[in-house]
């Protein structure tokens, strides 16, 4: 799938970081004036939005192609994201998003793989896949069956014996339907209230992550103005037997854990260590709903990677 033009405008912006508390100040039409340095002359679009515009253009072609059958009949009940960021989209700028056509692999498990890539102003913006599988692709090994009872620890604190850091939410779907509108998605294919029909998309629970890091930055006096960091890659598994049960005011419980910087651990083979966070989205029955591996890097480690390159030219 090729071609179509996308536009986000501003509003979009503002609906879609409203409905997941994201205050980055990257997105804040007025505050990203205030970070240093900042090279992107304006507000931009959030990962997440662009993942969600993935994800409800995907759920488009799987339904066209007759794919969603073949997901149900082979119970593939995990949807896999492996995204990598390489340039910032502005409100305004005309987005393309190409699907390239399904692989459907058979070892060693049955999966569908897609291809994905955004693009505006000749520039790429992400690169990546969507993968459908009976296994989680990410975090898979991580057992949180020993974990406490969340329910009863206070938000935004350490879950004792563990590296997690707690934040609690609520599923609640008129901020789903803004931030579905907000990523250019239909909202009335997830949500009829006539019909009695509210099925949760896969990607805005995983949003709620970008707050939560933000939350625990705030909380470790994280200075978001002078030392601003941007996301460079996302790696996503949402079980979507978990997703179907999801019902408004649910809670959900999203643990961080930051593991230590290294020099094994650098974004693209340059000197820039990663700040890597391993995230899980918990629902109340204790069931996993997400597997999320984010890589950020601070921008100004950026800035001068890309000067160094240019004087070295």
């Not at 609640?172 to 339907?177: A, C």
């Not at 006096?221 to 460079?232: A, E, I, Q, S």
């Not at 990663?274 to 890589?295: P, S």
């Amino acid at each position: 799938m090729k071609d179509q033009i996308f536009i986000f405008d501003q509003i979009h912006i503002e609906v879609a970081r409203n409905a997941s508390d994201d205050f980055n100040l990257f997105h804040d039409k007025h505050k990203w004036l205030q970070i240093t340095h900042n090279p992107f002359k304006g507000p931009i679009v959030l990962g997440f939005q662009l993942n969600t515009l993935i994800e409800y253009q995907m759920r488009l072609y799987r339904e066209a192609q007759h794919e969603d059958q073949i997901i149900a009949e082979n119970q593939l009940r995990y949807s896999n994201y492996q995204i990598t960021f390489v340039n910032a989209l502005r409100p305004k700028q005309e987005l393309t998003l190409d699907i390239r056509k399904t692989l459907i692999n058979t070892i060693p498990e049955l999966t569908l793989t897609n291809r994905v890539a955004m693009k505006a102003n000749g520039k790429t913006i992400l690169l990546g896949y969507k993968k459908e599988t009976q296994v989680p692709l990410f975090l898979a090994d991580e057992d949180l069956s020993q974990l406490p009872d969340l329910s009863k620890l206070p938000d935004k604190t350490m879950v004792p014996g563990t590296d997690f850091f707690l934040k609690r939410k609520w599923m609640l779907n008129g901020n789903v339907k803004n931030f579905l509108s907000g990523s250019l998605a239909e909202q009335s294919d997830y949500f009829d209230e006539l019909a009695h029909i509210a099925n949760y998309p896969e990607i805005f629970p995983c949003s709620l992550t970008s707050g939560a890091l933000l939350e625990k930055a705030q909380l470790e006096n994280h200075d978001f103005k002078r030392n601003p960091m941007v996301y460079t890659s996302h790696e996503i598994s949402v079980d979507r037997l978990s997703l179907g049960q999801i019902k408004n005011a649910d809670k959900l419980h999203i643990l961080v854990r930051q593991l230590p910087e290294s020099t094994d651990n650098t974004l693209n083979n340059t000197s820039i260590m990663l700040r890597t966070y391993e995230c899980f989205g918990v629902l109340e029955n204790q069931a996993v709903l997400f597997r999320i591996k984010l890589n950020l890097v601070p921008l100004q480690e950026i800035i001068k990677n890309l000067s160094a390159k240019t004087s070295v030219s």
